[in-house]
């Protein structure tokens, strides 16, 4: 069958686009839904049996089709792969009005111009020469802001070209520069869409067109457009510096001398003569290899100033000098100059002396260079499905390992063999990697069956199981796992005889939007029993997650996702909510009470309020809980948190304690400053704090926040595909998911 949207344009502005013209060329091509904006062009086709996705028309005329950014093949589930590409760069292109020239140098190359014209009607630029005397007509128009390094995509519709010994040609930053489209002695035959592509080596090239060839009389040349657009670098992908958390902590400032001050989280130079004087602040998070902005203001200034990042050692990664009073923003990447490897400080220090200055406003971002991409979605209109990898261990049953045959079963060769029996019913493995309420993909084959019927079943709070089949053959059925799952295989009645292999149990999620590498390298967005996760998959296992809740509900939502592949950070931005939820406990400074906190009956201590703190009197187990009624402290399953608390005793001695905040999760903690992540493997609304051992222990400034960002995750490399989310089945695509965030930020779907 035929896409069903042929025809249904979504460009701006009527008339036939050189896309279109393009695309005209391929045999049997018929063009499905378009667009061209000022955020690029592309769509859907149907050629050859398929549905082909092309984000810009790449390859070679001459070669037949367009190298298409992906395709579906009839009757395929797997998503489709959208390569985009940067917005239009030419001014006036298209050549719709005689103003469009406007935006444009003209000229005639090697002759007079006496007897040619350069004009534009009807929607075409109109170039004629007479004669070698009046010279090569052209067009010039210089581009600016391009990216040093990058690839850029060439297309010239050329119309009418008059004699065939004359044909149109681009060339940069000379009118008889290299060719980038058309090569001498002219490209046969003469009209149509003529690509290449340049890689800019500056931030500005001048392009020109111009008529090439014999110049005889009354040579007549039109072109109706002429479009320059930035290939990205990988498909789909755009490169984002994202600032983390303030590092600047006013009670970390310091000095090395008392001609120098700091008052409140200003630093005050006195004008000293001395020229080792510093002050500035400390934070652990900075560190060596790492970039980050900081930005400060000078005020007040006599002589010479500079920021330094400072290492334990006293080596130092220098600022920029500064001479004048403003507020300055520059970034630094930390290298240590000694043995040092923590850079634990930012300083400023005169260069110039005597300094007299005072330093304010200041602040240490660390930069993040994520590659980001935007994915939109409305529930009610995508349902794609895809598979997490096989979690059975030698489900082909080569060897005997990983499997519980009771009495009836026994190992043969790569299968699982039961004569009928009374008893001896199941088949089992072990669940370690199932998830309860998540669905699951479940494939057997019955390999040989002379009677009674065998099915799926996994077993856990409750037991779930699948169709019972009777005949030999493959089957693959979804079920929804039991919460606390223990074990699962296969179910045989009492009259089963017969046997079974390749047992296979595949997460299901609704895909979004995932980027490849291969089959078991890849990033991917899905929703799972309500919870949008992303993750990351290396060598076929899972290296972690970041959910969020609450917006697989019909609406309209959009996401926006980072990966750093340097620090290992895998963030997910929903509905322009942050990386982080909203505080979550109340009353967690204890500056006049400790409201809202409870002692549990079945603790043995009591609870005071003194100084700002929240004093756990120690008779035994210590224990403290936010009241289980509060709605502001609901936990939730397969959601990240990131909880922060101090903690201290009477004496300053030395003791640890326990955070519980779900089921089977506890975190040890010493006295001080503490922090962890966890991800709750079940709702709760109880956060419990244990002292250990019979002292008193002091809790102060205790955080709990969602969080949509974790660090230090393996993630996948080499990515090369993007692939969105569609409904199974031959030729479909739905929904609105055809949009992603461009190379510069721009849509370059919609």
């Not at 709760?684 to 969080?707: E, H």
């Amino acid at each position: 069958m035929r896409f069903g949207l042929v025809g249904l344009g979504l460009g701006s502005g009527g008339g036939v686009t050189p896309l279109q013209r393009a695309l005209a060329t391929v045999p049997g091509a018929d063009l499905g839904l378009w667009f061209d904006n000022e955020y690029g062009a592309g769509g859907l086709y149907y050629s050859e049996s398929s549905i082909k996705t092309f984000a810009d028309v790449i390859a070679d005329g001459p070669a037949g089709e367009p190298t298409s950014a992906g395709m579906l093949v009839d009757g395929s589930d797997a998503p489709t792969l959208v390569q985009g590409y940067g917005p239009e760069l030419i001014v006036g292109g298209g050549f719709d009005a005689a103003s469009d020239l406007d935006n444009f140098t003209t000229g005639f190359s090697s002759g007079d111009g006496s007897a040619g014209s350069i004009s534009v009607s009807g929607g075409e630029l109109i170039l004629i020469t007479q004669d070698v005397a009046t010279g090569e007509p052209f067009i010039r128009q210089t581009l600016s802001d391009l990216v040093v390094g990058a690839t850029y995509f060439v297309s010239l519709d050329v119309t009418h070209a008059g004699s065939s010994g004359n044909w149109m040609r681009a060339s940069f930053d000379s009118v008889n520069g290299p060719y980038t489209i058309g090569v001498d002695p002219g490209p046969s035959p003469n009209t149509g869409v003529f690509t290449g592509s340049f890689v800019a080596t500056s931030t500005s090239h001048t392009v020109f067109v111009k008529v090439a060839g014999a110049r005889s009389a009354s040579t007549e040349m039109r072109i109706s457009s002429l479009s320059i657009n930035q290939v990205l670098p990988l498909p789909g992908w755009r490169t984002e510096d994202r600032l983390g958390e303030e590092l600047f902590d006013a009670a970390t400032m310091f000095t090395n001398d008392a001609t120098v001050t700091i008052d409140g989280s200003t630093i005050v130079f006195d004008g000293s003569p001395l020229g080792g004087d510093v002050g500035g602040f400390t934070s652990s998070e900075i560190v060596v290899g790492r970039t980050f902005e900081l930005t400060y203001t000078v005020s007040d200034l006599i002589g010479t100033i500079r920021a330094d990042f400072r290492d334990a050692d006293g080596d130092v990664t220098g600022g920029t000098t500064r001479s004048a009073n403003g507020t300055y923003t520059e970034r630094v990447t930390t290298a240590s100059g000694g043995p040092g490897t923590i850079l634990n400080a930012v300083t400023f220090k005169g260069i110039s002396l005597p300094l007299s200055a005072t330093v304010s406003n200041i602040s240490v971002k660390q930069v993040h260079n994520d590659h980001t991409v935007e994915v939109r979605w409305n529930a009610n209109d995508v349902t794609g499905d895809a598979y997490g990898p096989d979690l059975v261990t030698n489900g082909a049953f080569a060897t005997a390992d990983d499997w519980t045959f009771p009495g009836a079963w026994s190992h043969g060769t790569n299968e699982a063999v039961r004569t009928a029996s009374g008893s001896d019913f199941t088949l089992t493995q072990a669940a370690t990697h199932l998830i309860g309420k998540a669905i699951y993909n479940v494939t057997f084959d019955v390999t040989a069956r002379t009677a009674g019927g065998v099915k799926p079943r996994i077993i856990g709070d409750t037991t779930v199981e699948g169709t019972s089949r009777t005949a030999v053959g493959t089957y693959s059925e979804y079920l929804v796992c039991p919460e606390n799952p223990l074990t699962y295989g296969a179910f045989a009645d009492a009259l089963f005889a017969g046997a079974v292999s390749n047992i296979k149990i595949e997460l299901v999620g609704r895909v979004l939007w995932c980027a490849r590498k291969d089959a078991d390298n890849y990033l991917i967005l899905y929703f799972i029993d309500g919870i949008l996760r992303f993750e990351s998959v290396v060598a076929g296992v899972s290296e972690g997650y970041v959910g969020v809740a609450g917006i697989d509900d019909g609406g309209s939502h959009s996401a926006v996702l980072y990966v750093d592949t340097v620090a290992g950070t895998l963030s997910l931005n929903v509905d322009s909510q942050g990386l982080e939820g909203p505080e979550l406990i109340a009353n967690g400074s204890f500056d006049t009470d400790i409201n809202n906190w409870s002692n549990p009956a079945e603790e043995r201590s009591t609870q005071t309020w003194e100084t700002g703190r929240l004093k756990i009197n120690a008779t035994g187990g210590n224990g403290i809980a936010p009241p289980t009624h509060q709605d502001n402290v609901q936990i939730l399953a397969d959601v990240a948190y990131a909880i922060d608390w101090e903690a201290s005793t009477d004496d300053g001695a030395t003791t640890s304690g326990y955070i519980i905040g779900t089921v089977s999760k506890s975190t040890a903690f010493g006295m001080g400053a503490n922090n962890d992540v966890f991800v709750s493997t079940t709702a709760t609304t109880s956060l419990l704090f244990y002292g250990q051992g019979l002292k008193t222990v002091y809790l102060d400034n205790v955080s709990l926040k969602a969080t949509y960002a974790r660090t230090g995750l393996t993630l996948p490399t080499d990515l090369t595909e993007i692939h969105l989310g569609h409904s199974g089945g031959a030729n479909q695509l739905n929904g609105y998911l055809l949009e992603v965030a461009a190379a510069n930020g721009n849509q370059a779907w919609t």
